[in-house]
């Protein structure tokens, strides 16, 4: 079996799937641009060529209708390389819709389209109105985007886009389940709608837990210290977390929260800490790329809270058996934190809530331990990158099987 994906570039999660991937059997190949594709988050790590197992093609990005990155030399790439699978996420399934050759040499060489989806931020079609009003658009600083004539008429102008590529995918690979809900709306059968989760590396963490499980912590004991791991930028909610703390300092004067991460608002935040005349209680590590030095961290502490956007720091936290506090993240959430069972879910926006809910678990070290085994279990048992590997390979082999059958 041969899959051909394409990405702006390679976070060190897709390369630890796609490198277990190819350990299972799978040929893949990879296209990437030269450098590191603007649609990729300010700061999110990509890694380089030479850390992946598998081959990498390197291609010149180029703007569409949309202003959307695509590559300029895919249709012969694809030509050359006759993979038995082309998988595709946003923007770059949007070639299909706009490259006529494209299509025809996908037919030509009997290659499936499989697109990648987590979904975030996709509306149910024909509710565009209704599910922008409950659920506006930001960008990374928080500046409002679903707003405004032009917005709505380029969401409409999307959703057909969208209501095309899927009803002529041969299937949908989704890391949230709350895609069986919503894809099947823009005329795709529910069952070419595989749920593959997402992981990170969890068998390089799984081994640091091991191996760090007789260490003395890192930091001073402190069985009030919150943990928050991402990079800085507003849309993480950070400023959020910290106005909930000081809440909860008020009520654990020896209370702690261990920022770690870096980005444009490191000194913002430091700046809040200050203001609050919480300093003292806060410690910005800056950014850590080092997966020992995070599981030190992690260990260190006994509440993880994510408070906007992301997903995959979530996994970092379960694998190192802590309970997790959330909000809206990016729909993953849903799959990995279940309320009272290994964490709480918090109103979006809602500091007096998450303050509440931080505290809860302060109060209650049983409740605490118990919600954090049970974050360990799911890992172990469910997300993982060994069981997420087996999902994309049955996903595969069923979107192969149902287009030949």
């Not at 899959?3 to 799978?26: R, S």
């Not at 197992?53 to 030399?73: M, Q, S």
């Not at 950014?287 to 992301?310: E, K, P, Q």
Request: aromatic share 10%.
């Amino acid at each position: 079996m041969k899959v051909l994906y394409v990405f702006g570039g390679i976070p060190p999660y897709a390369n630890a799937l796609l490198n277990k991937l190819v350990d299972k059997g799978v040929e893949i190949v990879v296209v990437i641009p030269p450098e590191k594709s603007a649609m990729i988050g300010k700061g999110v790590k990509v890694i380089d060529r030479e850390e992946a197992n598998y081959r990498v093609i390197t291609d010149e990005e180029k703007k569409g209708v949309l202003n959307k990155a695509g590559f300029k030399h895919l249709v012969s790439i694809l030509r050359d390389e006759k993979p038995d699978i082309l998988v595709a996420g946003w923007p770059f399934f949007l070639q299909y819709f706009f490259q006529p050759r494209l299509r025809k040499v996908l037919k030509e060489n009997n290659t499936k389209f499989v697109m990648r989806e987590i979904p975030f931020q996709v509306p149910p079609y024909g509710k565009l109105g209704s599910y922008y009003r409950e659920h506006p658009v930001f960008d990374e600083d928080m500046n409002l985007l679903s707003d405004g004539l032009l917005f709505c008429i380029r969401q409409w102008f999307v959703a057909k886009i969208r209501k095309y590529c899927y009803s002529h995918a041969d299937g949908v690979l989704v890391y949230s389940s709350i895609g069986k809900d919503i894809l099947p709306t823009y005329n795709i059968p529910e069952e070419m709608v595989f749920v593959t989760y997402n992981a990170n590396d969890s068998d390089e963490l799984l081994r640091i837990r091991e191996e760090l499980a007789g260490e003395e912590p890192c930091l001073p004991r402190n069985s009030r210290r919150v943990i928050h791991i991402g990079r800085l930028v507003k849309w993480k909610r950070v400023d959020l977390l910290i106005d909930a703390f000081s809440r909860v300092v008020r009520r654990f004067p020896d209370a702690e929260l261990l920022v770690v991460g870096d980005g444009p608002e490191l000194e913002n935040l430091k700046k809040q800490a200050r203001d609050l005349k919480i300093e003292e209680r806060v410690v910005f590590t800056g950014g850590v790329y080092d997966n020992a030095t995070i599981g030190r961290y992690l260990l260190a502490s006994s509440v993880y809270v994510l408070a906007g956007m992301g997903g995959l720091s979530i996994n970092d936290a379960m694998t190192f058996s802590l309970p997790v506090i959330c909000s809206v993240c990016d729909g993953t959430e849903h799959d990995l934190v279940g309320d009272g069972v290994n964490g709480f879910l918090f109103r979006e926006n809602d500091t007096a809530d998450l303050s509440e809910k931080i505290i809860a678990l302060f109060n209650d070290p049983l409740l605490r331990a118990r919600m954090g085994e049970r974050s360990f279990e799911i890992i172990r048992d469910k997300v993982n990158l060994d069981s997420v590997s087996d999902r994309y390979i049955a996903a595969f082999k069923s979107i192969l099987s149902l287009c030949t059958g």
